[in-house]
């Protein structure tokens, strides 16, 4: 069937430039440009190409150019371009349009419409260069009340602690598989969560055994429906276990790794036959109710001899703060909140763009919610979805994380550009792939410090803003909105975030 899809980008190359070396060729897994031998000249197919730059960076002489193809349709506001392009593709196809990364759909993002408070005269700012701020964050279930004890000079405590784990930065690497991901990427994440002293999370895909004990101390790891990888070992081996109820991608529906993806060292991991697909249904098929999520939570506690916090991840759905109340009282010690611009490695497109709501409504509403109930301190919340910078991550807090997940950030400070087709296991930077020329792309080392310097980086600007407010420790803005003010924003949206409007 021939087709009538329109090119995504448009590639041009400066022949005054194009030295003939064949870099793009070999760097582009998508076959976009070819060598003509009798020609002596290289020329590109633009069909294929998914803008995601590659031969553009790599190219010695600067001779390549790839933007969004001008070529459009009549105007209409209603069928857009995309709109028309979807249609056309399932025409040819019969088939889901699939896309990765998160939602790119113009919805407001609250993150730019909230605006921090700074000291001015009668709250002295302080000054991080030369004053201790305190980053580290406890996750956990914190006491209702704590006692101590006091004998001469030394000073015990007598409460019942549940387990917490520290971080030395509020922010943790997201859930991404090793499947969804190349082992390089996977490695690259956890060598950077132990050496800044944060956590990464396993995803569902299981702990390869020869990661766990040099990094468990350092992840997350998973307890999804599907039940990959997860064995006494793999939970114990963890700092934290996690229950996957749902994802901001994909909320309501399960995940399929295909089975072209699943290699041997996967299957391994994953404890499934190799190049089976490995799906995971929608529901988790023993949890229908909220004390059936009890049964489970404590089950693991149970395995892990109650020396594990237990989380519990779900989606930012239309009813999320009674939810998230429920599953602390169910026992969980972490809720992890995933929204509407939560990243993922494929999903239907029609999902990942119109269900679930934006982070910020669903954290705010949770928090109060809890904090109404008298059960706040029962449990640490994680945020997830489209934090893109250090100041996102200081306005989570405000409106009531602990702590922040990181998923698309950490990819793209991997070399990611975010050209959406994760699914399709040809990732030029060798992050979402299997194929063996492309994942020898990413070098563990490099990439971990890559991300080692982000995370220094946004600590560094987070203890600046801090210092801005005249607030010494990163506990003492978690929930406090009097430190924000909203811009630009309706009188229902200041409502629920809980926020006055700037000048109020």
């Known amino acids: ?106 919805y407001r993002i609250y993150w730019d419409h909230l605006v921090l408070n700074a000291s001015q005269v009668t709250n002295p700012s302080i000054d991080p260069l030369r004053e201790p701020m305190e980053l580290r964050t406890y996750l956990g279930r914190k006491p209702d009340t704590l006692e101590v004890e006091v004998c001469g000079d030394k000073v015990s405590i007598t409460s019942r602690l549940s387990p917490n784990v520290p971080v030395e930065t509020p922010i943790l690497f997201s859930a991404m598989s090793y499947g969804a991901i190349s082992y390089q990427a996977f490695v690259s994440l956890a060598m950077a969560a132990k050496e800044f002293g944060t956590l990464f999370n396993t995803g569902e895909g299981g702990l390869p055994r020869e990661m766990r004990e040099k990094f468990g101390q350092n992840a997350i790891v998973q307890c999804a429906s599907g039940r990959f990888g997860v064995d006494p070992e793999y939970l114990n081996s963890a700092a934290v276990v996690e229950i996957k109820i749902g994802q901001g991608a994909k909320p309501g529906i399960g995940g ?176 979402c792939t299997q194929d063996p020329y492309l994942t020898r792309r990413l070098n563990p080392e490099i990439a971990s410090q890559r991300l080692v310097n982000l995370l220094r980086g946004w600590s560094h600007e987070i203890k600046e803003m801090l210092g801005g407010m005249g607030i010494n420790a990163i506990e003492s803005l978690r929930g406090n909105r009097e430190h924000l003010r909203g811009v630009g924003l309706e009188s229902w949206e200041l409502d629920v975030l809980g926020v006055k409007g700037a000048g109020e």
Not at 310 to 326: E, Q
Not at 367 to 392: T, V
Request: neutral net charge; contains cysteine; hydrophobic residues 40%.
């Open 256 to 431: 399929h790794l295909p089975g072209e993806k699943v290699a041997a060292n996967i299957a391994l991991t994953r404890m499934i036959p190799e190049g089976t697909d490995a799906l995971s249904p929608a529901p988790q098929h023993d949890i229908y109710s909220i004390e059936d999520l009890s049964m489970l939570i404590y089950a693991l506690k149970e395995a892990t001899n109650y020396e594990k916090p237990v989380s519990v991840k779900i989606a930012a759905v239309h009813n999320v703060a009674a939810i998230a109340s429920g599953i602390v009282r169910a026992g969980a010690d972490i809720v992890a909140i995933d929204g509407l611009r939560g990243g993922t490695g494929a999903a239907p497109k029609a999902i990942r763009d119109n269900v679930g709501i934006p982070i910020e409504l669903a954290l705010a509403a949770v928090d109060r919610r809890l904090r109404e109930e008298g059960i706040r301190h029962k449990c640490s919340i994680i945020a997830a979805s489209g934090i893109r910078c250090s100041a996102d991550v200081v306005k989570a807090i405000a409106l009531g994380a602990d702590a922040v997940y990181i998923g698309s950030a950490a990819l793209v400070a991997m070399g990611c550009t975010l050209c959406q087709k994760c699914y399709t296991g040809k990732c030029a930077w060798g992050i």
């Open 1 to 106: 069937m021939f087709s009538h899809l329109l090119p995504e980008f448009l590639v041009e190359r400066r022949s005054d430039r194009c030295i003939k070396c064949r870099v793009c060729e070999r760097q582009c897994p998508n076959g976009v440009h070819h060598y003509d031998t009798e020609l002596d000249l290289m020329f590109s197919d633009e069909s294929p190409c998914v803008g995601c730059q590659r031969c553009v960076v790599f190219c010695p002489t600067h001779a390549l150019s790839v933007y969004p193809h001008p070529t459009t349709y009549r105007p209409n506001a209603s069928w857009t371009r995309e709109k028309l392009q979807d249609l056309k593709k399932q025409a040819e196809t019969g088939g889901v349009i699939l896309t990765g990364s998160g939602n790119d759909k113009p």
